[in-house]
């Protein structure tokens, strides 16, 4: 495809689809070029580079967040309605976690979505540095759960590329793992209970828990400044 049939967008979008796929490690010129059905080249000359691509493709997904009016939910509901929004961008697309690893993140959709943070946590009575604290804090939080489902989707690319079945491989991991959690008398309890068909996995509803257990502490922290 010559480069002036292409458009930018295309090239953005079509490289977040590659990544989605292969992860941050799958994107190269190439490798899009012939999704796009065009030379390496041309597509360089619409992105100038591979870091501004990835620029890019993180800035436009970032345009998939929804900013709920505090003032018209209250800005506890704003706030984690806002952090479930961010949660499910970074598991459709794990590879914006290693893109946080590995680069500077900034743009246009980044930065509505972060004055939008500050204004909902300004509704709640942070100001100044204690409002960009307090959005750090949630915003951390989510990054940090985040990072376990961008691991597992790159362990098994990984597995999966280097023979057999990432499920075959996880399978005989968790095997070894129960084996080894049966000394620790807590594992080892665990392991009687349904929970123990699937050890080492996330139980559910741990992220909302954590969430609210994150909000509470902001509360918290409000009212006693208030006093």
């Not at 041309?42 to 997904?61: C, E, P």
């Not at 349904?194 to 559910?204: F, K, L, W």
Request: charge should be negative.
């Amino acid at each position: 495809m010559p480069r002036d049939t292409l458009s930018r967008d295309q090239i953005v979008r079509t490289a977040i689809e590659l990544m989605d796929v292969e992860g941050l490690e799958g994107l190269n010129m190439r490798a899009l070029g012939d999704r796009l059905d065009s030379a390496a080249t041309a597509v360089y000359w619409h992105v100038k580079s591979k870091d501004n691509l990835v620029l890019l493709a993180t800035d436009q997904v970032w345009g998939e967040l929804t900013l709920p009016d505090p003032d018209a939910v209250g800005w506890r509901a704003a706030a984690t309605t806002m952090a479930f929004d961010l949660y499910g961008m970074f598991t459709r697309h794990p590879w914006l976690v290693q893109v946080f690893a590995a680069h500077v993140v900034y743009g246009e959709g980044k930065a509505r979505h972060d004055d939008h943070q500050l204004a909902v946590y300004e509704a709640a009575g942070f100001t100044g540095a204690e409002a960009d604290r307090a959005a750090a804090a949630v915003f951390t939080y989510v990054l940090g759960n985040a990072a376990g489902v961008a691991a597992t989707a790159a362990l098994t690319r990984r597995l999966d590329q280097n023979g057999g079945t990432a499920q075959e491989r996880f399978r005989d991991a968790m095997t070894k793992a129960q084996e080894i959690a049966t000394r620790f008398p807590r594992l080892r309890a665990r392991l009687d209970t349904t929970a123990g068909t699937d050890y080492a996995a996330t139980p559910d509803a741990t992220f909302e828990f954590g969430l609210h257990a994150v909000l509470d502490g902001l509360e918290r922290c409000d009212a006693r400044r208030r006093r």
